[in-house]
């Protein structure tokens, strides 16, 4: 494939770089992304870090309301689709086109279900008055206050960058239906690979933090 020149003023020639497949660069960029993404749930860490020390007690006493069994079935959920996931990307590689879209329609099943539970788990919480600014929540411990409102806060974000990661898969489904990954060019699935394990991995922090501390 001949090279595109460029010209410049003096009339000489120079060869234009192509970034489009330029995977080094697609990688190092996601990188970055998870990067400032991580700098966004490590603040919210940073202040559960804070409000529990000063509110050890009341921290636990509020855990313990939460349904540790749904939390501990979303987890292997997501360890499952974690695995699921990174299978795809590799069956994508050995060229096994049909087993590396099922293995990703797998994973937004998965993913479909980890929402179902947690939204069922909200929805208990808010029919018995549980939410931020409600009155019942408002009358209760500042530790209390303070623990809910991190707990909707950060399953709320968490759960959202799960609704983003089932969009990215669905998009990758479509490429591949397309052509536009294929064995020879999956940097892009690698990259919606590596940030579902991103979110995976947050919801490993997360599950200790508002599920165990009560038990």
């Known amino acids: 494939m001949e090279q ?11 060869p234009v770089a192509d970034f489009k497949d330029d995977y ?3 990688k190092l960029g996601f990188w970055v992304f998870l990067l400032t993404e991580g ?9 559960y870090g804070i409000y529990f020390y000063r509110h ?7 855990s313990a309301d939460l ?19 990174g299978v795809a990307t590799l ?6 086109l049909k087993l590396s879209a099922m293995l990703v329609g797998l994973t937004i099943f998965i ?11 909200w929805g208990v919480d808010i029919s018995h008055g549980i939410y931020p600014g409600s009155k019942l929540l408002d009358a209760k411990d500042t530790g209390e206050i303070l623990f809910f409102g991190l707990y909707f806060v950060m399953t709320g974000l968490h759960g959202l960058h799960v609704i983003i990661g089932i969009a990215l898969m669905s998009w990758v489904l479509l490429l591949m239906r397309s052509g536009g990954i294929h ?15 991103f979110v995976h991995l947050i919801w490993i922090v997360l599950f200790p933090l508002l599920y165990m501390i009560g038990v």
């Open 4 to 14: 595109e020149m460029a010209y410049d003023r003096q009339g000489k020639s120079y």
């Open 183 to 197: 064995p020879e060019h999956t940097i892009v699935m690698k990259n919606v690979t590596l940030y579902w394990d």
């Open 24 to 26: 080094s660069g697609d």
């Open 91 to 96: 069956m994508m590689r050995q060229g096994k």
């Open 67 to 85: 349904n540790i069994w749904l939390g501990g079935t979303n987890t292997v959920l997501l360890l499952i689709s974690t695995y699921t996931m």
């Open 39 to 47: 700098m966004m749930f490590g603040v919210l860490f940073l202040l």
């Open 56 to 62: 050890t007690a009341m921290f636990a006493f509020s």
């Open 111 to 121: 993913a479909i279900v980890f929402l179902g539970i947690k939204a069922s788990e």
